[in-house]
Each structure stands twice: as structure tokens, then as C-alpha cells.
């Protein structure tokens, strides 16, 4: 991967601001009145059990899921909730890393790297040629990958689960993205690919970008994050600094927010 | 972050047969099983399959199917399927029919024809995508449906169209060009381009990583509703088009017609080694596989077999086909047979038994 170069100040306090922010599905209120800012060069580890809403944020944040109510900032300008989408997300060089949700198995890596906003003429044919090449760019020079067999030609289900997640870094680095969302990275990796994974967040803080990082391995998270969000059933319960909660404290904080609250069950 | 490098956890075998390695040929196992299925009809009747006649026969009776074949693959690839083109090859050979014989506007027919495919298939575009209908049970409601429209508005009645015998409309979709039958051209067209759409086009693309994962899909930001409600509009379009060109060489509307082209049209595709669960189909296979399909028949009549071992024969090169095109592309799972088959091997008390008198 390229060194950590960083970037000219940028003229905009922060990345992303959510205000208010509910998203329902039907009768399923999944995120109420989220309030979140996040600064340009922030990295935001974002918990929770399963089910409290972080992948539906992420993917609000980045226009896959539109929100019911509130509002969106991007780079301190507000933006349309009716007309935001995954394709304006890329525009305004939001990038998101998902191990398992955001490459095609039985494509090729040529397409992969693309999808969604592949280099066409102006009939909508693809330049095949000049996708493969950078694709072969992206793997030779951000991710190592020369002479180990895998090519632009190669298919996702040939990768293992750290290959997979240096694609799609890989792709992130390429579109030079300000804001990374990582959902998950370290899942089901080995412990040499954990460290890659990890490097790669501490890149994004010495670069001078922003990230949200999702993480089920509270040690990670810990260490890495300028501020822990904790979300519960859909509302922000916590938004810490590391230095301010202990790592136990934070285990216990999040062991606590799981017991049935005595003042309702009484 | 000079050190991140991320390496391969195990070599996995990249090139999966010997014998295919390198740069894959598209369609290989079916062009082979085509050939040798040619091979075998010439060595059985030659004085039929030496000759020209049997071949021009053939390219005028299979582009229609082919045409439909090709649309299907579009719609396999992005793992979905489509039950109703049956039905349209009856409603938009109806409009096609009957403007042209009680309008006497064939050319009108010919946009009638493929704006009713356009209207069917968005229908079911709409109830597949923004509904959200399984393709697979609401194409057969449709499929009635518009069949009985059909059936409803001709009357069940056939209209015959002598009238357009060496009109324009008729010579360019279904005479003669340098001896060779119209519809051979017209076919090769639509698989080019489809070939294109399917492979090199953004759409195509898009249909791909819809059939791979709709999830992943809109991740990335592919309008999985929008390319969807296309991709069966489309289909509707291409089914129009192969009913116009059935109806125009046929010189006749069959209140029928399209009975029988279901399986036909479907095998076509899967022979040619598309993938039903999507993300993964063929052109060039669909174009051998309705070549195979639609030579059949005549092929196993003309070597004097007789006509009932048709479906037997039929069935056998599809089971054939597909079974070859696994053991290409995932060896592993013919390995996994061969292990099992050795375990099972002749048992022993097969061998007693024998041994009794």
C-alpha cells in the first residue's frame, strides 16, 4: 500500500453529521434520533450486540438504506435524503469495506473493482482493457500481490477470507476514499491478516482520512478508536473517548446495557 | 503501510482441468458435444446430412427459438427465469397478425409485436422487482394470463397471411440471402449483440452481480430494481421480436403458436451451461445449446430412429451436457463420485451370492 501521505487540510470541520436520523422498515423502527458527527480525520469504532442497528447506519450513511426522518451532512453540506444514494456515496468518496457484502463471488476481480461505476463509453460498453490494467495495478502495487496467482482475472470465490479483504481495501485506496467504513474487517481472518487489517486502519488515521470501523473484538476497537459509539436498539447508549473508559469498563458498560432494565421490569 | 501484503492462506489449484487450462474458450464442452452429435447424424444418414437442404431447414426453424434462448440467458444470468414467454410468442404473434391483416400495416405489426412483448415482460418486471413476486410463480400467472388474453382476442381462430408472401416485411425477416434463410442472420445478429450486452456492457454487468448476490448488487450500487424491471422488459421485447419472425415465416398465426417452445427454449440455455443459480451464463453456450435442440428432432427422424425415441434422446444429451459442463468447471465434484464409487465397489456379499447356484 502507498505510505501514509497526508492530504491538504480539507476546508470542512467534518466528514459526516447525522442529526435525527430514524430509519424504519415498516412497522420496524431500526434507528432512532441518531446524532453523530464525525470529524475529517476521526476513526469511529462503532458496537453493539447484533441487531442494534450498526449496519443499518452504516448503510444509511452511505445510501443504501434511506432514512425515514432527520438529516444528513456531508462535509458540512447538507444532502437531499430523497436523491442520496450508493452512487452519490462514491461521488463524495465514502468507501466501505465489507468482507462478506461487497464483492460478487463468481466475478471476475476486473469486474469487481468496478461495479457499479465501471469505465464506459458512451453507449454503456465497459473498457474492458483499461479496467484490467488498473486492476492489475491496484493489486500489484497497494496490495502485493504479484506473483502469488492472483490476477485480474482471478473470481472471489477462489480468495481466501484476508484476500478478500485487501480487494476490497484495495478498491477503497483507489478511489481514494476520505471516509472508510469497515464492517467487521477482522472476522473470521487469520491472525497475520488481523494485523494487515489493522495496519490498514492506522494508515487511514496517519493519511489524514476518517473511518468508521465496526468491530465485534472490543480489544481492536479500543485501541484503535478516537471515540467508541455504542448503539443499543436502534439509539446511541454511549460516544466515548478511549482514554475515558477503560477496557473493562467498556466490557462491563456493554454486559450491563444487556440485563433487563430493573425500573421496567418492576 | 509498506508491509501489507496480504498472502494467500493456501495455494488453491487456479486452473481447474489440464485440459482447459489457459485462456477458456467460451462454450467449449457444448461446441464439442455439437460437433460430435453433427459428426454422429452424418455417420448415420448421410445422404441427409451431406447435403445442404437439412441445414437450410434448420436455419429457418430454429432462429426463432434461439432469438428466445438468448433473451433467457440474459434473464438466468441475473438468477432469474422467465415462464412466460410462451404467452407472448402467442399474444405478440396475434397483434403482428392482426394488424396485418385487418389493418393491412405489417410494419405496424412488427411494432405491435415487439411494444406487446415491451408491455408483458414490464408487467412482470414490475410484479417481480417492485412487488417483489419470486420470478419463477409469477410468470406463470402471467403466462396464463396473456395467454387467454390472446386466445380471447383471435377468437381461437388462425389467421392466414398469404398476403404478405415477397412483400418487404417477409423478404427481409424471412427470405433468402446469398441462398442462406434471412433468420440465420437475423439470429446471429441478436447473439452478437447479446454477447455483448451480457459481457461487455454495463447492464449486463449489472444483471451478474444481481445474479450473484442482489445484496451485494445494491452495495455497490446498482439499481437492483430499476435493471431488473429492464432485464424483463427486455426480455418481453426479444420474445416479440422471435414471435414476429415465427409468424412472418409461417405466413400463418397458429392460435397456438408458443405451445411447446417452453422446455425447448429452457434446455437450450442450461445444455449451454449458464448457471441456474445466476451470476455465471453463456451466450455462446446458449447458441450451441438451441442448435442442438432444434436439430434434434429432425436429425434423429433422418437417421431412422424412430420418431418416439425423440424425448429419450432429447433427454439423454441434456443429462449429457449439463453433467459434462460440471465435470469442466468443478472437477472436484466428479473426484468426490469417483472416491465414492470406489468405496462402494463390488461388495462382498454380491460375491457370495453369486457363488450360490
Known amino acids: 500500500m502507498t505510505s501514509g501521505q497526508a492530504l491538504p487540510q480539507p476546508a470542512y470541520t467534518n466528514i459526516v453529521r447525522a442529526e435525527k436520523l430514524c430509519v424504519s422498515f415498516g412497522p420496524v423502527q431500526a434507528l432512532t434520533d441518531i446524532d453523530l458527527a464525525i470529524g475529517r480525520n476521526d476513526i469511529v469504532g462503532l458496537i453493539g450486540d447484533n441487531g442494534a442497528g450498526k449496519s443499518t447506519l452504516i448503510k444509511a450513511l452511505t445510501g443504501v438504506v434511506r432514512p425515514s426522518s432527520g438529516r444528513l451532512y456531508i462535509r458540512d453540506q447538507p444532502v437531499d435524503l430523497g436523491r442520496y444514494s450508493v452512487r452519490k456515496a462514491h461521488a463524495l468518496r465514502f468507501e466501505t469495506v465489507y468482507q462478506e457484502k461487497s464483492l460478487g463471488e463468481k466475478q471476475p476481480l476486473w469486474r469487481n473493482f468496478f461495479a457499479g461505476r465501471q469505465i464506459v463509453n458512451r453507449f454503456g460498453f465497459i473498457n474492458v482493457r483499461e479496467q484490467r490494467r488498473i486492476a492489475n495495478e491496484i493489486l500489484q502495487s497497494h496490495l502485493g500481490f504479484r506473483g502469488v496467482g492472483i490476477d485480474a482475472d482471478s473470481t472471489v470465490s477462489n480468495l481466501s477470507g484476508g484476500e478478500r479483504q485487501g480487494i476490497a481495501i484495495g478498491r477503497a485506496m483507489h478511489f481514494d476514499a476520505d471516509l472508510i467504513i469497515l464492517d467487521e474487517p477482522t472476522t473470521a481472518l487469520a491472525i497475520k491478516e488481523v494485523q494487515k487489517v489493522l495496519d490498514f486502519v492506522r494508515w487511514i488515521k496517519e493519511s489524514g482520512r476518517a473511518a468508521i470501523y465496526i468491530e465485534h473484538n472490543l480489544a481492536h476497537v479500543h485501541a484503535l478508536a478516537d471515540r467508541l459509539v455504542v448503539l443499543d436498539r436502534g439509539r446511541i447508549a454511549a460516544s466515548v473517548r478511549p482514554a475515558e473508559l477503560s477496557l473493562d469498563a467498556l466490557t462491563r458498560f456493554l454486559i450491563d446495557l444487556q440485563q433487563p432494565k430493573a425500573g421496567i421490569a418492576a | ?357
Open chain 2, 1 to 357: 503501510m509498506s508491509g501489507a501484503r496480504l498472502h494467500r492462506a493456501q495455494p488453491a489449484p487456479r486452473s481447474l482441468s489440464p485440459l482447459f487450462a489457459g485462456r477458456k474458450l467460451e462454450g467449449l464442452p457444448i461446441i464439442v458435444v455439437f460437433i460430435a452429435l453433427i459428426a454422429v447424424f452424418t455417420a448415420l444418414a448421410p445422404h441427409v446430412f451431406l447435403r445442404w437442404p437439412i441445414y437450410d431447414s434448420f436455419l429457418v426453424t430454429i432462429p426463432p427459438l434461439l432469438i428466445i434462448s438468448l433473451g433467457l440467458t440474459l434473464v438466468i444470468a441475473a438468477g432469474e427465469i422467465d415462464l412466460s414467454f410462451p404467452a407472448i410468442i402467442q399474444f405478440s404473434g396475434f397483434l403482428f397478425a392482426f394488424c396485418s391483416l385487418q389493418l393491412g400495416l405489417p410494419w405496424l405489426g412488427l411494432i405491435a409485436a415487439l411494444a406487446g412483448g415491451a408491455l408483458v415482460g414490464f408487467v412482470n418486471g414490475i410484479l417481480v422487482a417492485v412487488v417483489g413476486v419470486p420470478s419463477i410463480i409469477i410468470t406463470i400467472g402471467t403466462s396464463f394470463f396473456w395467454s387467454g388474453v390472446a386466445t380471447v382476442l383471435c377468437g381461437g381462430l388462425s389467421y392466414a397471411l398469404p398476403g404478405l408472401e415477397n412483400t418487404p416485411i417477409a423478404n427481409i425477416f424471412a427470405g433468402k440471402l446469398l441462398g442462406v434463410p434471412a433468420e440465420a442472420f437475423w439470429a446471429l445478429g441478436v447473439a452478437i449483440l447479446g454477447w455483448f450486452v451480457l459481457n461487455r456492457h454495463r447492464f449486463g454487468e449489472h444483471l451478474l452481480f444481481i445474479g450473484d448476490s442482489r445484496s451485494v448488487a445494491e452495495v455497490l450500487g446498482i439499481n437492483v430494481r430499476r435493471e431488473r424491471i429492464k432485464l424483463f422488459t427486455l426480455m418481453g421485447v426479444i420474445t416479440g421480436f422471435a414471435s414476429f419472425m415465427l409468424t412472418v415465416q409461417n405466413l400463418n398465426y397458429f392460435a397456438t403458436q408458443g405451445q411447446g417452445t417452453l422446455l425447448s427454449a429452457l434446455a437450450g440455455v442450461f445444455i449451454g451451461g449458464s448457471s441456474v443459480f445466476g451470476g455465471s451464463a453463456t451466450m455462446v453456450g446458449s447458441v450451441f445449446g438451441a442448435l442442438i435442440i432444434g436439430m434434434l428432432e429432425a436429425g434423429i427422424v433422418a437417421t431412422g430412429v424412430a420418431g418416439f425415441w425423440v424425448e429419450v434422446i432429447v433427454g439423454l444429451v441434456f443429462i449429457v451436457a449439463v453433467v459434462l459442463h460440471i465435470a469442466i468447471e468443478s472437477p472436484a465434484s466428479l473426484d468426490q463420485l469417483r472416491r465414492r464409487l470406489a468405496v462402494r465397489g463390488p461388495r462382498p456379499d454380491h460375491a457370495t451370492k453369486e457363488e450360490i447356484p
